[in-house]
């Protein structure tokens, strides 16, 4: 049913596919026309339906698959985190903390409930908006800032996004990225510009190339990047500022999303004359993604537009599980228990990683969740080879922001569950399943 696509404008054409989608005439794989027969189908230039289909794909509509064409995508083509559902092998592509080091709230809660938070009081907890300036003070210094709080980061960013830019304007994301920024950035109608990520982090002409390109926003993760594990070191922040500086009103996004479980220092991209800025910290790593909770560390202007979108009567994060984050964060059981955490997922992604380095393959130090392991043949090749030995692995395709790049040479691998003989096990079977 292609022949109904019509339109003139790269915007009109690709508002007449997500309308045949939505109505049903275009379902989960339905081939679209290539872009010279549908140039020529609809008389307008080639250029207006390569952008028509770049609008859809950076929405998450199509997929491109090469010299197979272009698609419409369907649910299953979106990758998640999180545990892989109908599986019987050792999942260790998953992403999550460790359960047991997560501090149990059960004797917070019978602190939380008190007066009921009734409509027209301010959507801000004050003892945590207090503990929460007093944290991001220590890293952000005499920035003038305002506390935002929202249900998770992703809820965050996705908000925080929607308040500064329009339909097709540019977001720069690091490359390879964190699913959840794929996502936000795809459904939000935007276009994800790549921003290569190295050792030390987003690298330089990476940020000048994409601010050069016209991106409205940047989101950054200024340490234990997801998937690669890489944090910005004091130069390459330094660096990236000065780049920042002639764009002081480009929304910078910081998602410090490790930051209690961190072992490295926090170093930021936020200069004393960027305008436009939000530094943006979840609970969920430490006290468990179901705290669907996060801190959001903003310029004046900015908060005062998030605060449009989260006022009474509209949406805000309830005040149970607000205070119930405080009790949490300032208990000493608690916090013993997430410097415990910290120091475990440290100590057992260094023990793999030097097992990989012994074994040759090459995995550095980095931080975060999940190792980036480095292999000699493409990713997708060796985790099928390891799921015949038992093991269901993670690819860094998921996490490319271009689908026409190379294949992958690497695995994300969470592992800090593993005991030393499951260790010495996977390390072994990834070795084989590399030859």
Known sequence: MTEQISGTTAADIADSVRDLRDRGVLGAGSPLPPVRELAAML???????????????????????????TVIAGHESVAQEGFAADTVLRDVGTGNPDPRLIPDPSAALATVAG????????????????WAREWIATDLGETDFRITVTSGAVDAVERLLAQALMRDDAVALEDPCFLASIHTVRLGGYRAVPVPVDDEGMTVEGLRAALDAGVRAVICTPRAQNPTGASLSARRAADLRAVLADHPYVLL?????????SQREYESLIGPEHRRFA??????????????????????????????????????????????TLAQLTNP?????IT????????????FAARLRAAGLDSPSTDGLSLWVRLPKPARAVAERLMRRGWLARTGDEFALDDRAEPSQHLRLTVHDLSDEDAETLVADLVAATR
């Open 253 to 261: 996004i910081e998602d410090d999303h490790f930051s209690m479980l």
């Open 340 to 351: 415990t955490a910290r120091e475990h997922y440290a100590a057992r992604n260094e023990s």
């Open 115 to 130: 007066r009921p938070v009734l409509y027209g009081e301010p959507v801000i907890d004050r003892g945590l908006e207090a």
């Open 279 to 324: 530094l943006v910290r979840s609970v969920s790593k430490f006290l468990g993604p179901d705290m669907c909770l996060a801190i959001a560390a903003t310029d004046p202007t900015t908060a005062e537009r998030l605060a449009m979108r989260l006022s009474p009567g509209t949406t805000w994060v309830s005040h149970l599980l607000q205070r119930l």
């Open 43 to 69: 008389g307008v230039n080639r250029n207006t339906a390569v952008a028509a289909y770049r609008q859809l794909a950076q929405a998450g509509l199509v997929i491109s698959r090469g010299r197979a064409g």
């Open 333 to 337: 059981d608690a916090v013993a228990r």
